[in-house]
Nanobody, 119 residues
């Protein structure tokens, strides 16, 4: 089992930057694909960025060129560097760890961290 704790959220002005961290505890972190999702008020949760166990990355179109996901397996931590933030990036950001082995799906979520982009 994996426990996830997000940190790094806060209030930032438009054009500013934040770095979110997702610290994992438990076993087997390196085999998990890690995803960042976000959920704005009144909207569905949507994936923002993903990094696989072999370091392949994917981004939502809305954040390409502004957000960078990375992972440090030695620290069992995934980061989301967010630059040139916009008001529409305001949301609760969640970290998700997912792994599938045969028919078993392992899917864990953190509690989320609030990001508010406002002047």
């Amino acid at each position: 089992q994996v426990q996830l704790v997000e940190s790094g959220g806060g209030l930032v002005q438009p054009g500013g930057s934040l770095r979110l961290s997702c610290a994992a505890s438990g076993s087997g972190f390196t085999i998990y694909n890690i995803n960042w999702y976000r959920q704005a008020p009144g909207k569905e949760r949507a994936m923002v960025a993903a990094i696989t166990s072999v370091f392949s990355t994917t981004y939502a179109d809305s954040v390409k060129g502004r957000f960078t996901i990375s992972r440090d397996n030695a620290k069992s931590t995934v980061y989301l560097q967010m630059n040139n933030l916009k008001p529409e990036d305001t949301a609760v950001y969640y970290c998700n760890a997912k792994h599938q082995f045969l028919r078993n799906i392992y899917d864990y979520w953190g509690q989320g961290t609030q990001v508010t982009v406002s002047s």
